[in-house]
């Protein structure tokens, strides 16, 4: 689904943001 899609993306731009800091 297109929904779930889109939170899993969210996931793993956080997870992208907590490894850049």
């Known amino acids: 689904r297109l929904i779930t899609m889109q939170k899993q ?4 731009q956080k997870y992208i943001n907590e490894q850049c800091r």
């Open 9 to 12: 993306l969210e996931g793993t």
